[in-house]
């Protein structure tokens, strides 16, 4: 178990302050915590397969290809588009919404910190 010497350590080494009163409820909280994980270790885990994520969804990935200026890429696995090709506005008729351009860029202030 940890003692109150380690957290006083352990809270010195991360650069944060702890209260002295503070530190024999934390170290109590903390080695209730690494009690209950231990409890973990009693678990027969014989058959179980390891896994990166409990939720089971997988990456929707499709091929990248060069598509024509105004298309929509295929989108089958995404469902059905709601807007077609036709139906885009031209870049020059969104340009012409933003405040600043050059040529087919939108130009933004230089934020430097």
Same mark, same amino acid.
């Given at each position: ?13 991360? &650069?944060?302050?702890? @209260?002295?009163? #503070?530190?024999?409820?934390?170290? %109590? ?7 209950? !994980?231990? /409890? ?8 179980? %397969?390891? !896994? ?9 990935? /499709?091929? @990248? ?7 929509? +890429? @295929? ?11 036709? %139906? ?9 919404? $933003?405040?600043?351009?050059?040529? /087919? #860029?939108? &130009? $933004? +202030?230089?934020?430097? %910190?």
């Amino acid at each position: 178990m940890i003692s109150e010497d380690d957290i006083k350590k352990l809270a010195s080494l991360a &650069r944060l302050e702890l @209260d002295p009163a #503070f530190a024999p409820t934390l170290t %109590e909280h903390i080695n209730s915590i690494i009690g209950y !994980m231990e /409890r973990l270790n009693d678990i027969d885990t014989a058959g179980a %397969e390891p !896994m990166s994520h409990v939720h089971g969804a997988t990456n929707v990935l /499709r091929e @990248d290809a060069v598509q024509p200026a105004g298309s929509v +890429p @295929d989108s089958s696995a995404l469902g059905t588009p709601t807007i077609s090709a036709q %139906e885009m506005l031209p870049a020059e008729a969104l340009l012409d919404n $933003v405040p600043d351009h050059s040529g /087919r #860029f939108i &130009r $933004v +202030p230089l934020i430097v %910190e």
